[in-house]
């Protein structure tokens, strides 16, 4: 099956720079990508994904890349804000499986 | 887009009752909804997985006797924890599939 691996496990940056987490996939049939924010005590939430037909999508501060042949992704957020303070998850999905396969999380920390 | 409501939102119960939680899809149709557990700074653990008007498919190692899952309707799956204990406190998260993978708020469940 797919295995997702994720880093680093903790993030920690000062309010207005960029912070990037990475992750590694193993199926190379994984076709969708996306990536969730928790904050605590609230389920996760869809902030951006990707698919494999593109290898870069951005939505505002949010940037994520895709590298079919290396089979890593990962997720960019410039300008961070101590609201961005939370654990992101990573997430594939192999083709012609809707269950996603998650990563073990990175908590981001946005010091003011 | 796509929302997942799941109710009640935490909960405190004594040794050997039993709690249900609902997951309720609000504005899409979900003939399948998924079950998660998180334990704490750890990732999301698929339980298992509902299905409307049939029985759940269950991850291995998850005890489908301790974690009744029904889906009796397209937009509402429920989990009870029969004859709960204190090993079974966790945040439990269910989600649904619209055009992505969309989770709900989560519950908290403190077994004392």
């Known amino acids: 099956g797919e295995n997702v691996e994720q880093h680093p496990s903790t993030l920690s940056v000062q309010e207005g720079d960029s912070a990037v987490i990475k992750c590694t996939y193993s199926d190379s049939a994984s076709n969708y990508f996306p990536w969730y924010k928790q904050e605590l005590g609230k389920g996760p939430q869809l902030i951006i994904d990707?698919?494999?037909?593109?290898g870069e999508k951005k939505d505002q501060r949010i940037a994520v890349t895709l590298n079919k042949t290396a089979k890593h992704f990962s997720l960019h957020i410039t300008e961070t804000q101590p609201e961005d303070s939370a654990v992101y998850f990573c997430a594939a999905t192999a083709g012609g499986s809707y269950i996603p396969t998650f990563g073990r999380g990175t908590s981001l920390i946005v010091h003011p | 887009g796509a929302v997942v409501s799941q109710h009640p939102s935490r909960v405190i119960c004594k040794s050997g009752t039993s709690v249900k939680i609902e997951c309720r899809s609000l504005?899409?149709?979900?003939?399948?909804m998924f079950w998660y557990r998180q334990f704490p700074k750890q990732s999301l653990m698929l339980m298992a997985t509902?299905?409307?008007?049939?029985?759940?498919?269950?991850e291995q190692g998850v005890e489908k006797d301790k974690f009744l899952i029904n889906h009796a309707s397209l937009t509402l799956s429920t989990l009870t924890v029969t004859s709960a204990h204190p090993e079974d406190s966790s945040f439990y998260i269910c989600?649904?599939?619209?055009?992505?993978?969309?989770f709900g708020s989560g519950t908290r469940l403190t077994v004392v």
């Open positions: 989600s649904a599939e619209d055009e992505g993978y969309t």
């Open positions: 509902s299905n409307e008007g049939s029985k759940a498919t269950y």
């Open positions: 990707i698919r494999s037909n593109v």
């Open positions: 504005d899409f149709q979900a003939t399948t």
